[in-house]
């Protein structure tokens, strides 16, 4: 009941004084009979807040009537303010219109907003990160595509018919053949085939590199489409790090500013993971029993540890030496993978000539055995991991990082056997690669080819999603429903699988990002392949699967995806470097056919630049302006590196202070107390 | 700004956007779905500011709030008479606060009022035996809850005194990274 409590005498404040004061907790009783909540506001108090202006008072915790009297009284008050108030309180109401504006206008790029706010009614904030990745990689695809097509696409092919320059070069005739259209008949289901393969008609077009000419259009529309090829690729990429790094930010923030989390554990889960979100009364009594499931865990947690602390230092030996092997051989399974994946790639590539379904599976034979291993060797260190007996959290992460290195460093296999056949392993003087610096007999046009390892990277991934959805979560689904066998009902249900989905995500993004180079229309592909998998996920989510009974913890998992996204744009970062710096481009087809390699092509353009140009480029270039520049950035970075921890000390001597005044209200009640009793 | 709607005057549409985190869109949405909980209670025109409260019953059968545990808590924490009956007012506060634009030290305030039950600014064990039962159904022990509680305050109660107020509740709650995500009704 509340009872009519009458408020002490304060001192007459100004509004943000008492404001502040009923925000921070004030103790003495709230007033005034039937409002709970703080409805203090000194009427009597001289406009002092006029630099706080309106938008500080939805800020404030008072009721929504004194606030619109505050308000009204604020609106009164205008002809009292000074010409300088007026304009500024004018700018930042702009401002805030200005902003509202942009977040209207930013919905617009925000797809599917109603579906993400009911799949994280319905499955929590976990599952709902892995589609708002989704959503950002197929904005940033779609994007990347414009930019491509913007800058490559549409002039090739509005200039295609503008005669390329070829230079005589001769004793290389061997080097410029190649012809990858079929002779004569061909079976009818060779256009499937080639459309699963890239080769054929899909060979020779827009699709790879090797269709794009090294046209020079003079004239009135100069447009050097070899140097707008290379710098949209490397802004490509530049792009897709701002974007990363920019999301990277707000993600960071929010995890800095609560440094981890990793105290108070009991009162998260009390207090703070509540969705308040959450709809439909399944989906509450499910979140009702992971939040008793989480305590009982960590109740039992709590007992495992007083176990382990207890544990004798034999026990202790067996169980560290248990955990060594079972790392060396978690790590031999991984190895054991990659090494499957280059003789894959070996074999793959020297067996490339063979024909109908046995070629098919030849070639996707790398695909084959790149999704297998990632997908039983990471079961396989789940079973390793349940005899480690690590913490919970710590064995998730741990499963993470394995799962993360086998991809990625299985891409990076893939690629590697890649170059050692281009490039007869880096040795020009090897046989086949002495005429035209590259292995011209297996690879006529070798940014082609590995342009299409990429897209049938690519076009497996997606085929393997959608088969699995058919063949394998429909019909367990309906096993589950139909048949109460007590061993299937054991099995259950699907469990929507945040970090393996995420991981499945990152590798497709990072084999894009490595094949754009040679393969432009790359980022399209995927824009089509990551909306389909958005709702093939989304149908597998609302009708296959089971809400996980551990929820997923969303923000620093996001923080961590996003870090293994930049690992994998590091990897395509340096195979396109290397592709651009180091090996000799196909003397028979693309854009850079006479060049020693990709990158001479702007030292060549630079040089028929004017004069004034070329010096104020070669300035920028220079020492007397790069090393000013670098001592000005180290400078900045200093001051921000001070700022924070300037802030992080601060944050402590808070942190201290508070304990101490609740040590000394303490002692001051105790005082009380005793001084009370004498009289 | 052109909308031909006559359920405000533009003055207090004015005052409702700065005095929530919503926009006039919004603002109008939010109206209608006040209204559709009893369309004969609440008229359409509120330029001359009726006086209309929906009783309780009718917000708590809202979709958002129908099946959350603490919605009567949540209702009479925003409500003026504080049993739970809200003016569109109080309807607009809540989801204002409760709403992803809403910084962290007020949705803080908020919430420390609603797991506050017996109103007396302190939350102290038996509030907090409430807010265990109902985040999870009345299925823990005794012995559990009472082991949580204890764990509870030995981690958040800063000055020592067996129970939390609300500095030593925001202080945890800072160090939360969901709260501001789950802290959060979509409407």
């Not at chain 1, 367990?476 to 989905?501: C, H, I, T, Y």
């Not at chain 1, 996920?537 to 961590?560: D, H, V, Y």
Request: hydrophobic residues 45%.
């Amino acid at each position: 009941m509340n009872e009519a409590r009458r408020r002490g005498p304060t001192q007459p404040s100004g509004p943000a004084e008492v404001i502040s004061d009923c925000y921070l907790g004030d103790r003495r009783p709230s007033s005034q009979a039937s409002n709970p909540r703080c409805p203090q506001f000194d009427w009597g108090s001289a406009p002092t807040g006029d630099e706080e202006g309106p938008q500080d008072l939805r800020g404030r915790p008072l009721s929504m009537s004194l606030k619109r009297a505050v308000w009204q009284v604020q609106q009164m008050r205008v002809p009292a303010v000074s010409k300088g108030e007026s304009w500024k309180r004018k700018r930042t109401k702009l401002l805030r219109k200005l902003r509202e504006g942009t977040r209207e206008f930013l919905y617009l790029f925000s797809p599917w907003r109603k579906a993400l706010q009911l799949i994280a009614g319905n499955f929590g904030g976990g599952v709902q990160s892995f589609f708002v990745l989704l959503r950002f990689l197929v904005l940033l695809n779609f994007f990347s595509f414009l930019l491509i097509a913007g800058f490559v696409l549409v002039p090739s092919i509005v200039f295609s018919s503008e005669g390329s320059d070829s230079v005589n070069v001769s004793g290389l005739g061997e080097c410029m053949e190649y012809n990858p259209n079929p002779q004569g008949l061909v079976p009818f289901y060779s256009y499937v085939l080639d459309v699963l393969l890239g080769t054929g008609f899909v060979e020779l077009s827009y699709l790879f590199y090797g269709f794009y000419k090294n046209t020079l259009v003079q004239g009135t529309n100069f447009y050097n489409i070899p140097l707008a090829y290379i710098f949209t690729a490397v802004f490509y990429i530049a792009f897709c790090l701002i974007c990363i790094v920019a999301r990277l930010g707000t993600t960071a923030r929010v995890v800095v500013a609560t440094g981890g989390g990793s105290s108070g554990n009991y009162s998260m889960i009390a207090f703070a993971s509540w969705d308040y979100g959450s709809l439909g009364e399944k989906e509450t009594k499910l979140k009702q029993k992971n939040i008793l499931y989480r305590l009982q865990v960590d109740l039992e947690e709590e007992r495992l540890k007083k176990q382990a602390a207890a544990l004798t230092l034999k026990q202790k030996i067996i169980l560290y030496s248990l955990r060594v092997i079972l790392f060396f051989l978690a790590l031999g399974l991984i190895i054991a993978a990659l090494v499957g994946i280059f003789m894959a790639t070996q074999f793959s590539q020297e067996r490339s000539g063979q024909e109908g379904i046995l070629g098919l599976i030849i070639q996707y034979l790398p695909s084959i055995v790149i999704t297998a291993g990632n997908f039983v060797v990471p079961m396989l260190c789940d079973q390793i991991s349940l005899l480690e007996r690590y913490s919970p959290s710590l064995t998730i992460i741990l499963a993470l990082m394995r799962a993360v290195f086998l991809r990625l460093f299985g891409l990076c296999v893939l690629l590697f056997t890649l170059w050692s056949q281009v490039t007869c392993s880096g040795n020009p003087e090897e046989d086949d690669c002495r005429l035209c610096q590259y292995n011209h007999k297996l690879y006529p046009c070798w940014e082609t080819r590995v342009g299409q390892e990429m897209y049938k990277l690519t076009v497996f991934d997606l085929l393997v999603t959608i088969a699995t959805l058919v063949l394998v979560e429909f019909p367990r689904r309906m096993l589950v429903d139909n048949w109460s066998n007590k061993l299937v009902q054991k099995l259950g249900r699907q469990e929507f699988v945040v970090p393996a989905n995420v991981l499945v995500l990152v590798y497709g993004q990072t084999v894009v990002w490595t094949g754009a180079l040679f393969c432009p229309l790359l980022p399209l592909i995927n824009t089509v392949k990551f909306i389909i998998l958005f709702y093939c996920k989304k149908i597998t989510l609302f009708c296959n699967c089971r809400p996980a009974l551990r929820t997923f913890r969303s923000t620093t998992s996001t923080f961590f995806f996003l870090v293994v996204l930049l690992f994998g744009w590091g990897l395509a970062t340096a195979v396109m470097t290397y592709s651009l710096a180091a090996i000799h481009p196909s003397l028979s087809c693309g854009p850079f056919r006479f060049f020693a390699n990709m990158w001479l092509i702007v030292p060549t353009t630079f040089h028929t630049l004017p004069d004034t140009t070329k010096e104020f480029l070669f300035f920028i270039g220079s020492q007397a302006f790069s090393i000013p520049l670098f001592i000005l950035l180290c400078v900045v970075l200093c001051y921000f590196i001070a700022l924070a921890s300037v802030y992080g000390k601060t944050v402590g001597l808070l942190r201290a202070q508070l304990k101490l005044e609740g040590r000394d209200k303490q002692f001051l009640v105790k005082q009380i107390e005793a001084l009370s009793e004498h009289l | 700004m052109g909308n031909k709607q006559t359920t405000f005057t533009a003055q207090q549409l004015d005052a409702y956007q700065d005095c929530t985190y919503f926009t006039r869109k919004e603002i109008l949405r939010l109206f209608y779905r006040y209204r559709d909980l009893a369309p004969q209670l609440v008229p359409l025109d509120y330029t001359n500011h009726p006086d209309v409260t929906l009783p309780y019953e009718l917000i708590g059968s809202m979709p958002e709030l129908k099946d959350n545990p603490f919605r009567q808590r949540i209702a009479e924490v925003f409500s003026e008479d504080g049993q739970g009956n809200m003016t569109l007012d109080d309807f607009l506060d809540m989801f204002s606060v409760l709403s992803e634009m809403a910084p962290r030290d007020l949705k803080a305030y908020y919430a420390f009022k609603i797991y506050d039950f017996n109103n007396d600014d302190f939350i102290c064990k038996s509030d907090l035996e409430k807010t265990l039962n109902k985040l999870t159904r009345n299925e823990l022990t005794e012995d559990e809850v009472r082991m949580v509680c204890e764990k509870v305050i030995d981690e958040a109660d800063l000055d020592n005194d067996g129970r939390l107020s609300l500095e030593d509740f925001q202080h945890m709650i800072v160090q939360a990274p969901e709260f501001l995500s789950t802290f959060h009704i979509r409407i």
